[in-house]
Each structure stands twice: as C-alpha cells, then as structure tokens.
C-alpha cells in the first residue's frame, strides 16, 4: 500500500485507516505490525520488539516457525477445505495424535476458542440431561467470578465484568458465579442439576490470577463426589504456557473435559478442540453442533505440525526454566522497587504478572518506546507472556528494559 500523506508518518496513516473503517472494539498500542520471526516482530517502519504477549499465548512456538509454516504451504497446495461432509484426510492422523498427546478419547475440532467453549457448554449441558438424568432445560453450570472464557451472548452471561454485558441482554440462564479459589464455595454452589464446573485453572485475563495450591485436585474430588463434569478452559493456560503441557498437569488431577485453543496452531490460524472421553462426547450425535471449518485439512496440517513442534523442540521444558529465571529477574526489579511502584509479582511458567498500584498502560507505552510490546491487562497488570522460544539472553535484554521503565 501507498503512503497516501507526507505529513502523517505510514504508522499514523495505517492507525487512521483502521479507526476510520474498523468497529473500535480493542484499544491497541499504537503500533503497526509488519512481519516477525520468533520472539521478535518489526513494524511498518522497520522497529524492532521484543514480542511479550504472544498473541494471547497464541504463538507459544514462536512468530511463523518454519516447520509450520511448511506444514501449512505444503496442505495449502493440497486441499484446504472439505467442510465435514465429507472425510479429509488429514482430520484423522490429527485426532489420532492428540489422542496419544493428551489421553483424551475423542476431540471436536472448531476454529476459536470461545467457540470451543460454547460447544464445552453445550457437551455438558447434554451430558447433564441424558446421561446424569437432570429434568430436561434444568441443567446449571458453575463458573468463577473474574472468568474470562469469551465473548458469545452466553459466555458474557456469566462474566463479572459489567462492561462485558452492558447493553447485550437478554441473557440464558443456568450459570451460577462462585469466587475464584474457594472450594467451599463450590461444595455449596452444587446442587442435583449441577452438570459442571468450568474454570480456568489460572485466570489469564483476569490477570493471570493462580488459585491456592491445592485447589484444582480439591475441586476435582468435588465434581467426582458430585457427579459433576470438571470442564477446564486451558484456551490460554494449556500447551507449554505454565511449563507443563497442560496446567491441570501441576495438581496431578485429570478433567472431565478440557478446551483447548489458541497455540493449537501456532498461531498461523484459529483452531480450538473440545476434548473428553467417549462417553461425554458421545452424547453428540449428527446435527448436534458444527462448523463449516472445524477440522478443516489446513487446520489439522497446521496444528499437527505446531503440536509437533511444542514437544520435539522441548518448548514445555524451556518454559518452566526461562520461566522461573524471567520470574526471580522479575521479583528482583520489586526488591529495588524505591518507589514502591509494584505491587506483586507473580507467575508460573513463562506467563508473569507485574501488578502495578497505578495505571499500566503509560508503562506498556515506555517499555514499547524501549522495544518490548507487553500490554496492559485490568488497568494495573502488565502481562509477560512472550513466545517459549525466548532465550536467557532475550530475558536478560528485556529485564534491562523493564527495570528503565519501571524505574523511570
Ligand atoms: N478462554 C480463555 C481462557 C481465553 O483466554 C480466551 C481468549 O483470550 C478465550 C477463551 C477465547 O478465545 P478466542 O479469543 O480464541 O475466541
């Protein structure tokens, strides 16, 4: 494209375009993204930056790693789209492999996360009425205050966010909030037409918020005790994000069902999956639920690869040790924090939270100014979560940073 002004930087000239012609529903950095190779993405006018969100943890394995993106040119030459009329040939090797992967029995492959969520809430709901006996249209489903598990008119249903509502009703109903970390919360919450728990094991949007030790083994026991389904949302937790494949992994428990999303593709597309045993996901029969493009072959070539890729390349390892050390880097920042401008540092994994007493934002500004793009989470919470690919080095380059900033 042209630069269309001689006055207004590309930057500018691109920012007005979208503002002008774009629905104004996110509040971005003002920077424009080029290209990108691993940790580092550069911008329309040639600046380089450390890349410390990752997309939402949507490119674990790095900006276009080149073993996907060769699954993916070499699958876009074959056939990308069947619709599942049809068998492709890809969908099954993919089922297969996350089978042996995870565990899990069965999967539904869809495309977004929020998505796969629905379909969770539509799985439980059905599992709850046919299989757990629940009077039909009667099934509840708990959920946690400060959730964030998407966007759909259900979903925001159940958000504590009031802006995540405002002006959206009329809602469903059969959602019961309970706090965040508190098992006898939800003892109290179940009653016989509870059908499920859905949680995420760590609260990413809600600011990377970790439960008690302990938690999620005791709200297993519980949904077992109860005949509960435990649906984990690891949209944003799963895939290496924590140092363990799956977070759930920490508490040695298993869940009933657990969505996935997000680094399932590397970022180079949406792709989400629904996975549980077959008698959960046998409740769904033809008609029930479907996409024109879940399991599509692109898809399924391209989240094989990026699956691949996650374990052949130790990506899970890497993110427990680079994210302890990227952690302790962190925590030393607070310990020579004179003007007492954080107010807790916490993280598992390579997914840190530095909270703030003050606003967030005029700090993911400086550090974008110093080259690393982070970005503000519930106005106090800067979020670290840059691609598992990021070496000891790159740390040690961003934590210079982040300490001129957070001096500043
Ligand atoms: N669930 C969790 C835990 C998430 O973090 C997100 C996105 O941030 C979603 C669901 C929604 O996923 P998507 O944006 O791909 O629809």
Known sequence: MQQLSENLSYTQELIDLENEFGVH????????IERAEGVWVYDVEGRRYLDCLAAYSAVNQGHCHPKILRALMDQAGKITLTSRA???EQLPHYLKELNDLTGFEMAMPLNSGTEAVEAAIKIARKWGHKIKGIPEGKAEIIVCDGNFHGRTIAIVSFSSSPEYRDGFGPFP???KSIPYGDVEALRAAITP???AFLVEPIQGEGGIIIPPDGYLHAAAEICKQNNVLLVLDEIQSGLGRTGKLFCYEHENIVPDVLILGKALAGGFMPVSAVLASREILGVIQPGDHGSTFGGNPLACAVARAALRVLIDEKMIDRAAELGDYFLDR???IQSRDKRKIIKEIRGKGLWIAIELHGMARPY???LKEEGILAKETHDHIIRIAPPLTITRDEIDWAVERLTKVLDA
Request: glycine share 4%; hydrophobic share 40%; with cysteine.
């Open 25 to 32: 529903n996110y509040h971005p950095l003002d920077v424009v």
């Open 86 to 88: 049809f068998h492709n």
């Open 364 to 366: 993911c500004e400086a």
């Open 193 to 195: 037409n509870t059908c």
């Open 330 to 332: 962190i925590r030393a």
């Open 173 to 175: 109903a059969g959602f």
